[in-house]
């Protein structure tokens, strides 16, 4: 009888009508920044131009299963009156297409909470064994261990077993860490005819649904900046669009100190997605000394101040810097040594992965006993 290996084509799995445009919705209403009647407008000149619906299923087919699966609803009040609002379900979904698209490659084995190098009286076991020690907790004991070595010691007519017999299981600690995620929503966010801010918040709605799904210890306070500097939550990012500011550098980082403070956990940090340079501060009377032209001293130096302000308190400052200009880059290289952070310079592909990575490696390398 043969045997061997029969190749066929690759047919892709089937996806239902609805399915194949709810991975569209969901892109479009993100570059949206949540506006369902804006997107549905883009949806419909895609499926002229694509043929994405059929007879048997239209675009108007595709609203009204959105409604009956609770993704979006009509507008409340007199002032929305007759349109559309996406719900709380469909933001979820918009973040969990974002870590799918972003960090889609994470190995399973990642699952969980991330280990420390350091062993001892952890809580995730290693499958290696040491012997027990006074102090350890009952639960670690590894009884079928135990029992062989006892057996072993003292031999099967009698069964007896001594302190000497029980063996633990090593574990790791693990690592718990503090994260803010300062987004530029600066006005040049969007000029050149490039647009950055939707990669930005897509990687800022990955790794918030990344930390609540995979580091549930871990925390996450998502902030943006512009004149002034505000935190947001999650639910808030798909709805965010930048504004005619100037770019506060020093607001920012303050309000990321200030929350890292409140934090319990001994390992917290600070990503910075920016493509601009600083051009505003706020004096201590309340008013904006603002200056786009160049690289301002009086600004760079509280920039270089502030860095120096989160090094003294264990506060590395990673910047994922969008912008190539060359002057740029050395003052966020000088920055960076202020703080002994990171920078890496980037356009916007890519951008998501590296800070996956760097998040992944700051949770190794952040440890402290």
């Known amino acids: 009888m043969r045997k061997g290996f029969v190749f066929t084509s690759y047919s892709a799995p089937e996806q239902s009508p609805f399915d194949r445009l709810f991975e569209i919705f969901k892109e479009l209403i993100t570059h949206t920044s949540g506006d369902f009647d804006e997107a549905i407008d883009w949806l419909r000149v895609l499926d002229k131009e694509y043929e994405l619906t059929t007879a048997e299923y239209t675009i108007d087919d595709f609203i009204e299963d959105l409604r009956k699966k609770n993704y979006?609803?009509?507008?409340?009040?007199?002032?929305?009156?007759?349109?559309?609002?996406?719900?709380?379900?469909?933001?979820?979904?918009?973040?969990?297409?974002?870590?799918?698209?972003?960090?889609?490659?994470?190995?399973?084995?990642?699952?969980?909470?991330h280990r420390t190098k350091h062993s001892g009286t952890g809580d995730e076991q290693t499958g290696d064994y040491r012997q027990f020690n006074f102090g350890d907790g009952l639960e670690k004991i590894s009884?079928?261990?135990?029992?062989?070595?006892?057996?072993?010691?003292?031999?099967?007519?009698?069964?007896?077993?001594?302190?000497?017999?029980?063996?633990?299981?090593?574990?790791?600690?693990?690592?718990?860490?503090?994260?803010?995620?300062?987004?530029?929503?600066?006005?040049?966010?969007?000029?050149?005819g490039e647009d950055r801010i939707t990669p930005a918040k897509k990687v800022a709605m990955a790794l918030a649904e990344l930390i609540k799904t995979r580091y549930p210890k871990d925390t996450l306070d998502i902030?943006?900046?512009?004149?002034?500097?505000w935190a947001i939550e999650a639910k808030e990012l798909p709805y965010l669009q930048v504004g005619p500011y100037h770019t506060n550098t020093v607001a920012g980082l303050e309000l990321a100190m200030d929350l890292l403070r409140r934090k319990?956990?001994?390992?917290?940090?600070?990503f910075m997605i920016t493509d601009g340079k600083p051009s505003c501060v706020i004096e201590p009377d309340g008013s904006y000394y603002m200056n786009s032209n160049g690289l301002d001293k009086y600004i760079v130096d509280k920039c270089y101040t502030t860095a120096q302000q989160a090094r003294k308190l264990h506060i590395p400052i990673t910047t994922f810097m969008i912008a190539q200009d060359p002057y740029l880059?050395?003052?966020?290289?000088?920055?960076?040594?202020?703080?002994?952070?990171?920078?890496?310079?980037?356009?916007?592909?890519?951008?998501?992965?590296m800070i996956f990575e760097d998040y992944q490696t700051n949770r190794i390398k952040r440890i402290r006993g």
């Open 143 to 192: 009884m079928t261990e135990s029992l062989r070595n006892a057996q072993i010691n003292n031999g099967m007519s009698e069964f007896q077993l001594h302190e000497r017999d029980l063996v633990v299981e090593e574990s790791f600690y693990k690592a718990q860490m503090s994260t803010v995620l300062m987004i530029d929503i600066s006005h040049s966010m969007i000029l050149y």
């Open 223 to 229: 902030l943006v900046f512009g004149d002034d500097a």
């Open 72 to 113: 979006i609803k009509d507008k409340t009040g007199e002032e929305g009156s007759g349109g559309t609002d996406i719900t709380s379900k469909m933001e979820r979904a918009i973040r969990q297409h974002a870590l799918e698209q972003i960090f889609g490659n994470l190995k399973k084995s990642g699952l969980g909470n």
């Open 264 to 270: 319990r956990n001994t390992n917290k940090q600070i």
């Open 329 to 353: 880059q050395q003052f966020i290289q000088q920055f960076t040594a202020a703080n002994q952070g990171k920078a890496f310079y980037t356009g916007i592909q890519g951008l998501g992965q």
